[in-house]
């Protein structure tokens, strides 16, 4: 069975840092691109970055380029998305999820088929 468990999440003030991970079980993630995405209050769910299996290719929402990193560690069959900078409106809860992708890049248009339960990030003073 496919599982994605998502943690490092938390409450942070403006300007601070947080990484999540997103640890895979049941499978490896070699041959999977993963996403990360998030959903703030009364709002929909958004895609926030992406990487391709091989980690050679990554995608940034455009509000998140320049603060955040997507990486992955197959060997330890967890990807990473360290955020720093962070602003309240980077608050949501953020999900992870995977789908099969053995080459080409990561798109938030993708069919992920596999979510973990998500991870709370509340960015305030």
């Known amino acids: 069975q496919l599982q994605l468990v998502e943690s490092g999440g938390g409450l942070v003030q403006p300007g601070g840092s947080l990484r999540l991970s997103c640890a895979a079980s049941g499978f490896a993630l070699d041959y999977y691109a993963i996403g990360w995405f998030r959903q703030a209050p009364g709002k929909g769910r958004e895609g926030v970055s992406c990487?391709?299996?091989?980690?050679?290719?990554?995608n940034y929402r455009d509000s998140v380029k320049g603060r955040f990193t997507i990486s992955r560690d197959n060997a330890k069959n967890t990807v990473y998305l360290q955020m720093n900078s962070l602003k309240p409106e980077d608050t949501g809860i953020y999900y992870c999820a995977a789908v099969r992708l053995y080459s080409g890049r990561c798109t938030y248009s993708l069919v992920f088929d596999s979510w973990g339960q998500g991870t709370q990030v509340t960015v305030s003073s």
């Open positions: 990487i391709s299996s091989g980690g050679g290719s990554t």
